[in-house]
């Protein structure tokens, strides 16, 4: 079916360095199906229509209202159970993640609750969770494994992400993190990084796309996540990690040198790092829902844009630092708290989204690509971070299909 978008203010995404928003107004789009057909002036749209030898089932007056690519949002932790509101408090009068995770919170307060759920308990909630992320325009989400910490119990979170996948129109780009050593294993730690390394990743093969490790103080040692990310390289996965979030133990470096997908928090990294991730083109994620909760300095953004780095922006949806699913209020947050440009917000959560997922086919509005749209009751890209808190997409567009 093909579906005509007229008089839009249309930011594509696409632009080149002058203009990396490709934006203009009196715009048209022309999807065929679940695909981009055509992108151009407005007073061109039914000519180019005719060209392509498409008929017009549906048309859409926007009467000067944004037409954007459907958001990405690349970084989240959707799968759980159980909420940790309590540390939420515990942190606004004073405590720190580190003091609260040594008091037995952190990530092991919800591995408990999620072991004991059932598949379709998480799945159910899962897909709540994602039911608010595309009322905010999330149209792709990443979702990571890493609340159960077992062999086995990571494999089920991975059957739950491919149920919750096949029941939301979203594409969902599912994930295998190793989160944390358990407080069971902490006394053989090498067995239990070399049993990720040796029976959990190879068994993740045809059921995530990429291997993700958090390699920080209190996490995952550079050797050990060196010997979980060459494990995944080796499997044929894509490799990610979580890095610099509390200390720079040259995660990013590790990460660039093994031509990973993307570096995660950021907060603290090295010159030297982000030049090595520059030369990779490996792209770093901003998660700053969570570096603002958790009080932390904020990443050098000004170091990674002249350098070259590509930045993306997540949700980092997850029940300990970032409970939030909405990717427009991260674009409110990455302007007004790490110093991005409007245009580097929307870049974030569009095409450098999509490339740290490893996805050529969406993230920008542009023959070809995916069909997926968010319209908003905006006239300016810079309205929806503005606006924070009051800006939704009035229609969302997965595949060619305006979803509820």
Known sequence: MA??????????????????????????VLTDGDRIAWVGADADAWAAASALGLAIDDRHDLGGRLLTPGLIDCHT??????????????????????????????????????????VDTLVA?????????????????????????TVAGELR?????????????????????????PAERRADRAAYVEELATTLVPRAVGRATSVDVYCDDGAFTRAETERLLTAATRAGLAVRAHVGQFADVDGAGLVASLGGRS???????????????????????????????????????AALRAAGVAMAI??????????????PLQLW?????????????WLGVTRHAARALGLTDRGAIAPGAR?????????????????????????????GDLVP
């Open 333 to 345: 947050l990455a302007t007004t708290h790490y110093g991005m440009t409007v245009p580097e917000a």
């Open 371 to 399: 069909a997926d749209l968010c319209i908003w009751d905006a006239d300016h890209p810079a309205t929806v971070p503005y606006h924070y808190g009051g800006q939704r997409p009035s229609q969302v567009v997965i595949a």
């Open 3 to 28: 579906t005509l978008y007229t008089r839009a203010h249309v930011v594509t995404c696409a632009g080149g360095a002058g203009d990396p928003l490709g934006a203009f107004v009196d715009g048209a």
């Open 157 to 181: 979170l991975l059957e739950v992400i491919a149920r919750v996948a096949a029941a939301t129109p979203q594409t969902v780009v599912p994930t295998l993190l190793c989160h944390l050593i």
């Open 314 to 327: 997540a949700t980092d949806l997850n029940p300990g630092s970032s409970l939030s699913e909405e990717l």
């Open 263 to 301: 570096i995660d928090h950021v907060e603290q990294i090295s010159a030297d790092q982000i030049a090595a991730v520059a030369a990779a083109g490996t792209v770093a994620v901003m998660l700053p829902g969570a570096c603002v909760q958790l009080r932390l300095p904020v990443p050098p953004v």
């Open 125 to 149: 909630l899962t897909l709540d969770r994602l039911a608010r992320a595309r009322a905010a325009g999330t149209t792709t989400i990443e979702i990571k494994t890493g609340y159960d910490l």
């Open 77 to 118: 932790h959707a799968v759980f159970a159980g909420d940790r509101a309590g540390e939420f408090a515990l942190r606004a009068a004073g405590a720190s993640y580190q003091d609260i995770a040594a008091a037995g919170g952190g990530i092991v307060a919800t591995t408990g609750p999620t072991r004991a759920a059932s």
